[in-house]
């Protein structure tokens, strides 16, 4: 099991900028793939981005493209989500995951993760 933990959410305008952290403990962090999903209210959890454990490829969703940057530092177990010109639908609760066991393909599926942290909330106001 992996235990993951958020930080860096808050409150900032629209245009600004944020960097969430999830420090990550329980395995060898360099040996799993990582992930970061949102959750607004009222919706379902949705794809941000990930890094592959292996190769380092990284995967955004097309609604945060050029604007948010996955980073992850092997030797600090940890992975960072640099969010630059928020938006207001960008406002959900953040959770970092982490593939340690499947060693799945679909990095973009919630299903694909065994661990997940509780979460930071980032609030996006205009």
């Known amino acids: 099991q992996v235990q993951l933990v958020e930080s860096g959410g808050g409150l900032v305008l629209a245009g600004g900028s944020l960097r969430l952290s999830c420090a990550a403990s329980?395995?060898?962090?360099?040996?799993?793939?990582m992930g970061w999903f949102r959750q607004a209210p009222g919706k379902g959890r949705e794809f941000v981005t990930a890094?592959?454990?292996?190769?380092?490829?990284?995967q955004y969703a097309d609604s945060v493209k050029g604007r948010f940057t996955i980073t992850r530092d092997n030797a600090k177990n940890a992975v960072y989500l640099q969010m630059n010109n928020l938006k207001p639908e960008d406002t959900a609760v953040y959770y970092c995951?982490?593939?340690?066991?499947?060693?799945?393909?679909?990095?973009?599926?919630?299903?694909?993760?065994?661990?997940w942290g509780q979460g930071t909330q980032v609030t996006v106001s205009s």
């Open positions: 329980g395995r060898t962090f360099s040996s799993y793939s």
């Open positions: 890094v592959r454990w292996n190769t380092g490829t990284t």
């Open positions: 995951a982490a593939d340690w066991r499947r060693g799945s393909y679909y990095l973009d599926r919630p299903g694909s993760y065994d661990d």
